[in-house]
């Protein structure tokens, strides 16, 4: 079984550029998650999605960052314009269910590591 | 709101020795508490979480609600294990709606030398 795999695996932009991110769950999976990290500091929550639906965004830093998740399956996030401080790694992890009364194990892809200049 | 601490950004041990990787939690409700581990070149995965009560690779955690911690124990280290290592915390509700985002500690470089 395929795990999560996500696009580009390094991507160097300049200030004010744009950038889209790409993340491929695992099959079946309904819950995508966006995290990230900055150098230095720890992993962070971005947004989460079920199915196609928004979550939670509430780690979502500001506007500039727009994160979509066509028919359920992949997710993109996009980061317009960038600024010099979105620098990090991207992680994006997927999990099967929603589910109650507990949290089903996340699995997590490699990685985009953003540099913007 | 909820936070994870991981007091130590490096540990070193030799082989055959004991380690502990400290975490301590902040939360009002009812955790779940994981830890995760990234070994070099490869992507973050699960090692144990504390429902399981498990050992993985011969590690084990404890989850002690009235000291707040989930310290990653292991009796005799090996040179496999060097790796980040990640205390994780989701929120979880018993019998009702479960949330699955995770809150991290900073992670902790394991270096297990020969």
């Known amino acids: 079984e395929a795990g999560v795999t996500q696009f580009p695996s390094h991507s160097v932009i300049e200030k004010g550029q744009t950038v889209t991110l790409r993340c491929d769950p695992i099959?079946?999976?309904?819950?995508l998650y966006w995290y990230r990290r900055v150098m230095g500091k720890e992993i962070k929550f971005l947004l989460h999605?079920?199915?196609?639906?928004?979550?939670?965004e509430s780690g979502m830093p500001n506007n500039r960052f727009l994160a979509e998740r066509t028919g359920g399956t992949y997710s993109t996030l996009k980061v317009q314009p960038a600024e010099l401080e979105d620098s990090g790694v991207y992680f994006c992890?997927?999990?099967?269910?929603?589910?109650?009364?507990?949290?089903?194990?996340?699995?997590f892809g490699p990685g985009t590591r953003l540099t913007v200049l | 709101a909820q936070r994870v601490t991981q007091p130590e950004k490096l540990l070193s041990v030799f082989k055959g020795a004991p380690v502990e990787l400290k975490c301590n939690y902040s939360?009002?409700?009812?955790?779940?508490l994981f830890w995760y581990v990234q070994y070099s070149r490869q992507r973050l995965q699960l090692l144990l979480r504390?429902?399981s009560r498990e050992s993985i690779k011969g590690f084990t955690a404890d989850l002690n609600k009235g000291e707040t911690s989930f310290h990653l124990k292991k009796p005799f280290a090996q040179e496999e294990d060097s790796a980040m290592y990640y205390c994780?915390?989701?929120?979880?509700?018993?019998?009702?709606?479960?949330?699955?985002?995770?809150?991290f500690g900073q992670g902790t470089i394991l270096t297990v030398h020969p």
């Open positions: 992890a997927s999990s099967p269910q929603w589910s109650t009364g507990g949290t089903d194990t996340q699995y």
């Open positions: 099959s079946g999976h309904d819950n």
């Open positions: 999605f079920v199915k196609e639906s928004k979550q939670d």
């Open positions: 939360y009002s409700g009812s955790p779940e």
């Open positions: 504390h429902i």
């Open positions: 994780a915390l989701s929120h979880s509700y018993a019998g009702g709606t479960s949330y699955g985002k995770l809150t």
